[in-house]
């Protein structure tokens, strides 16, 4: 479609204002520094997490021949490998852990967080792209907004428009649209960039994450529409363009760090969290409650399952049945316990997110971290996938005890070591576009929100526009 010629101008103007300049080679210069140190951070984390999931489940397979419930308090890691998208948002990556060990008995919590390791500083955060884009790119769209109407009013040429026949309607609709091409160049160069390096990384992982990379480039070219609408229709209700840019940098800090943080705040505050020490010695008291009763109980039912009056005279070994037992028995204590800490980290998200409905800043955070996967959604998807394997290798190892030939003096038998390969590897299943924006509705529907409250304003605020 050709451009009106009030767009036209608008957009000439733009290129030669130059801001604009300026606001491209510090886009360029913040994005490159957040690239660099998310490729950086894929590179070393995936390699990694990879080799040390191939390392532990070769010293499983690896085990000498031992009796199966030897080897099942062995055990082995299992990681979650990072997704390529973390080039671009690692989100909550340092602080969640990778590293779960599954052993016998115990489920055992998430290790491994990249911040135990960090130094003081390297604690407030490093630069990435999600930052740039979420945080610093509405900083740059508002420098180059804020006096698009109170710099036309200063210099007395937005009379000479209406005069000429331009409504004030058309006339925020043109500075708008000139403004928005210029950071949707900006932007989509840089995201162009980010694809290329994530292609280059990982083929087929980049392949698997194509819809959320459209999801997000969608969303944020909403985004930035938000804050580029904002500007102008700010400097079109302000009469002098300081007043206009202190208006904006307000706005700016009070969705970018006040609410964030206040939400933040009182999900703590409204849901805390039990300690872990309170959390593990309740979760350890309850184990041991009733375990006399329920050996006594378990060998009543074999024994008259078999129909013999000694558990020396069962036909199966039957340690491999009471280990299973206390298995399913901790099974049962882990699934209430963590499902109960489960269900208040899910309050306090809840609590924590609907901040999100005063900022856009916080909805699109949510979002993006929820696409690359580095959010806590995706740990506790992890979490659950590993303790169903840890699962699967204790019932592996008892059944085999249970099969094996009967030992005369009644021990756990010694197991050739082909057994070991019948556990397979840990692998993670990542949750599809559909399970991530069914978890995100909130934070997307918050940005059609906000970006469709603004868009419809624009009538309105041409009529009080100030000339």
């Known amino acids: 479609m050709k451009d009106t010629p009030l767009l036209a101008h608008q957009s000439r103007l733009t290129r030669l204002d130059g801001r604009q300049r300026l606001a491209a080679i510090t886009a360029w210069l913040l994005f490159g520094v957040g690239l660099l140190n998310g490729w950086l951070y894929y590179a070393h984390q995936h390699d990694t997490r990879a080799e040390a999931q191939r390392a532990t489940y070769a010293q499983w397979l690896n085990q000498p021949q031992k009796n199966p419930h030897s080897a099942a308090h062995y055990g082995f890691y299992a990681y979650k490998p990072l997704s390529v998208m973390a080039v671009g948002d690692k989100g909550m990556e340092d602080y969640l852990g990778s590293a779960v060990w599954l052993e016998a008995h115990n489920q055992n919590e998430v290790k491994v967080r990249a911040i135990q390791d960090a130094t003081f500083l390297a604690r407030f955060g490093d630069l990435t792209v999600g930052f740039v884009w979420q945080y610093l790119f509405p900083l740059l769209i508002i420098l180059l907004t804020f006096n698009t109407l109170t710099s036309e009013r200063e210099q007395g040429t937005l009379k000479m428009l209406l005069v000429a026949g331009a409504s004030k309607y058309e006339i925020i609709r043109a500075k708008f649209l000139a403004a928005y091409r210029t950071v949707l160049w900006l932007f989509v160069h840089t995201f162009l960039l980010l694809n290329v390096v994530m292609l280059a990384l990982d083929p087929a992982d980049y392949a698997a994450h194509l819809p959320h990379l459209l999801v997000l480039l969608l ?122 800490l489960e269900r208040r980290e899910k309050r306090q998200n809840r609590l924590i997110g609907l901040g999100a409905v005063l900022s856009p800043v916080t909805a699109l955070r949510n979002v993006s971290r929820a696409l690359a996967g580095t959010d806590s959604d995706t740990q506790e998807h992890f979490i659950h996938q590993a303790e169903t394997h840890r699962r699967l290798i204790q019932k592996t190892m008892n059944g085999a005890i249970v099969e094996a030939s009967k030992d005369a003096k009644g021990a756990i038998p010694m197991l050739e070591t082909s057994l070991w390969e019948t556990v397979p590897q840990f692998e993670f299943q990542r949750a599809g576009i559909g399970r991530v924006l069914a978890q995100q509705w909130l934070s997307v529907l918050v940005l059609l929100a906000w970006a469709g409250l603004l868009a419809l304003s624009v009538k309105n605020v041409s009529k009080r526009m100030v000339v």
């Open 219 to 340: 969303l944020l070219s909403l985004y930035f529409a938000f804050f580029t609408l904002a500007g102008v229709l700010v400097s079109a209700l302000t009469r002098d363009s300081g007043n206009a840019l202190f208006r904006l940098l307000a706005v700016w800090v009070l969705i970018c760090t006040v609410l964030p943080r206040i939400s933040a705040s009182m999900g703590r505050q409204v849901q805390p969290l039990p300690t872990a020490f309170s959390f593990w010695k309740d979760m350890k008291d309850e184990m041991a409650v009733g375990r006399a009763e329920r050996a006594d109980s378990l060998d009543r039912v074999y024994l008259a399952k078999y129909q013999v009056d000694s558990i020396k005279n069962l036909p199966i070994n039957y340690v491999g049945v009471q280990l299973q037992a206390s298995e399913e028995h901790g099974d049962l204590i882990h699934d209430r316990f963590y499902g109960e």
